[in-house]
C-alpha cells in the first residue's frame, strides 16, 4: 500500500555536497512525521535530522548547521540537502516516515531501501 523510495547517494570528496531524496508512494494514507537516519559499518544507526506535519525540524549537533531537511507535501517526499560533508558522514542514508494508513484507520512506520554516502578526503 505504500512505499518509500531513496535516491541521490553517491560519492563526494571533502566539503562537497548531496542531495538526498525520498518519497512516499501507493494509496490510501497520509505522511505525519518523516526523518533521515544514516548507519557506518560496525556502528549503530544514527538519527539524523527529523521534520514534522508542520515543518518543525529537529537535528544531531554533528550535522546542524551543515544538512537542511525539508518536506514538499504535495509529492510526499522528504530531502536532505548534505553540505560541507566531512568523512564521518559517511554511510547508508535511510529515509523513516510515520504514515497513517486511511484504510486501516492505524499509524505505521515505513523506511526507505538505504542509499550509500561516500565522502573521500
Known amino acids: 500500500q505504500v512505499q518509500l523510495v531513496e535516491s541521490g547517494g553517491g560519492l563526494v570528496q571533502v566539503g562537497g555536497s548531496l542531495r538526498l531524496s525520498c518519497s512516499a508512494s501507493g494509496s490510501m494514507f497520509r505522511v505525519n512525521d518523516m526523518g533521515w537516519y544514516r548507519q557506518a559499518p560496525g556502528k549503530q544507526r544514527e538519527l539524523v535530522a527529523t521534520i514534522t506535519s508542520d515543518g518543525s525540524t529537529n537535528y544531531a549537533g554533528s550535522v546542524k548547521g551543515r544538512f537542511t531537511i525539508s518536506r514538499e507535501d504535495a509529492k510526499n517526499t522528504v530531502y536532505l540537502q548534505m553540505n560541507n560533508l566531512k568523512p564521518e558522514d559517511t554511510g547508508v542514508y535511510y529515509c523513516?516516515?510515520?504514515?497513517?494508513?486511511?484504510?486501516?484507520?492505524?499509524?505505521?512506520?515505513?523506511w526507505g531501501q538505504g542509499t550509500q554516502v561516500t565522502v573521500s578526503s
Open positions: 523513516n516516515a510515520d504514515i497513517l494508513r486511511i484504510d486501516w484507520g492505524r499509524r505505521n512506520v515505513y
